[in-house]
């Protein structure tokens, strides 16, 4: 299935881009994330830190074994700083 | 009863203006620059568009229902925000100033670490870096 990922703040800058859009077959989020790691070293340094890897689908929260269902925009981030 | 990301200022007046009605306690929260290090020049603030807006919407709403709010507000900014700038605001107006009181702060404890936003510290000379999520922002969430 055709994916849209979104990277933001610090994760943004280690893949080196805001957005790809990706073919997979990733059932999970930690599949997902296990997929896009692989992909390239910058995408490994991205994720290599799990405990500070947070996940939305179709703009909802989302933890790593929640299941893509048909989420068409999957955004990945770090632990959020507002206020 | 609105949440609004911009970048421009606010006029915190101008936003508190209409919360009284039917409140007897309005409470509000602005959050400025603070540079804790002596150098800092800015922070600049990313956010994730069109899930900020609903994940502000959502809280606003649920510390409606919780602490049977008459009115709130958000708004935050994001971009690049120079020290001593206003960064936010919450506003909380209810009958009695403990739901209030309660309203706002719970807003902000969400605000901070479940709201879509990061803070990047820009220094005098340029040298930027990411602010880390504090476990004692996490914390706060569980009191509610």
Known sequence: ?83 | MSARVQTAPFVLADELAGLEAGAGALVSFTGIVRDDSGRLEALEIEHYPGMTERALADYGAEAARRFQLTGWRIVHRFGRLPVGAEIMMVAAAARHRHAAFDGAAYLMDWLKSRAPFWKREIDVGGAARWVEAKDSDEAALTRW
């Open chain 1, 1 to 83: 299935m055709r994916r849209d990922i979104l990277y933001f703040a610090s994760l943004r800058e280690r893949v080196g881009a805001a957005r790809e859009t990706v073919e997979t077959e990733a059932a999970t989020v930690r599949e997902l994330v296990a997929e896009r790691a692989a992909a390239s070293p910058a995408h490994a340094a991205a994720f290599a830190d799990l405990k500070a890897l947070r996940c939305a689908l179709d703009q909802q929260f989302a933890d790593l074994d929640a299941p893509l269902g048909e989420a068409r925009e999957i955004a990945f981030f770090p632990p959020m700083t507002g206020g």
